[in-house]
């Protein structure tokens, strides 16, 4: 599977959380896929999503889930000692990683080549990490949700892209039904 297809099979699950999305394709593919008032898509700062994710997290009471990618994880390394340090038993961290940086042509990442990112955040802390195959995303998540327990999900999954539309929403329209989700 790749990220569009777990995205498919996630977006029913997401429908009731807010939901923080990677930039470029992965905010792409989920606005196509299933554009909700409860999505917030990143569409200019790569590696911060979990970091925005768990500020929300931190400041109020419903689910979080990120939706991020290898890539852009490994940019921003320093957003895991930040998540075991600053627990949110609201906060769940997706990985989708297919082991490239899908949005800018599958140029391979650390993850996937030596690099674990599983043991990374293990190893920062995070007490919750589970690593699961693409087929098992849906199931994972899932049961994440329902353990009310901050959670790190590393979901191992083929690169590849599909074509996807630019999202054409004004930022500032995203960005205001977004506080409105996040407020009702």
Request: overall charge negative; aromatic content about 4%; proline content about 4%.
């Amino acid at each position: 599977m790749i990220r569009s297809e777990i995205l498919r099979e996630v977006a029913p699950i997401l429908r009731d959380q807010l939901v923080v999305c990677n930039i470029g394709l992965p905010s792409q593919e989920l606005h196509m896929i299933d554009d909700q008032p409860t999505n917030f898509y990143m569409l200019g700062t790569m590696g911060l999503a979990s970091s925005i994710g768990l500020g929300l997290a931190l400041s109020q009471p419903k689910t979080v889930v990120v939706i991020d990618g290898d890539g852009s994880v490994l940019t921003n390394l320093g957003t895991l000692p930040t998540i075991a340090n600053n627990v949110a038993d609201n906060y769940i961290l997706l990985i989708v990683d297919n082991g490239s940086y899908g949005s800018t042509g599958d140029q391979p990442t650390y993850a996937g080549k030596k690099t674990s990112l599983t043991k990374v955040a293990e190893a920062c802390g995070c007490e919750n990490v589970v690593e699961c195959r693409a087929e098992e995303t849906g199931e994972v998540l899932q049961k994440a949700i329902d353990a009310k327990r901050m959670t790190i999900i590393v979901c191992k999954c083929e690169s590849g892209n599909v074509k996807v539309p630019v999202i054409t929403k004004d930022p500032v329209v995203i960005r205001d039904r977004f506080m409105a989700a996040v407020a009702s």
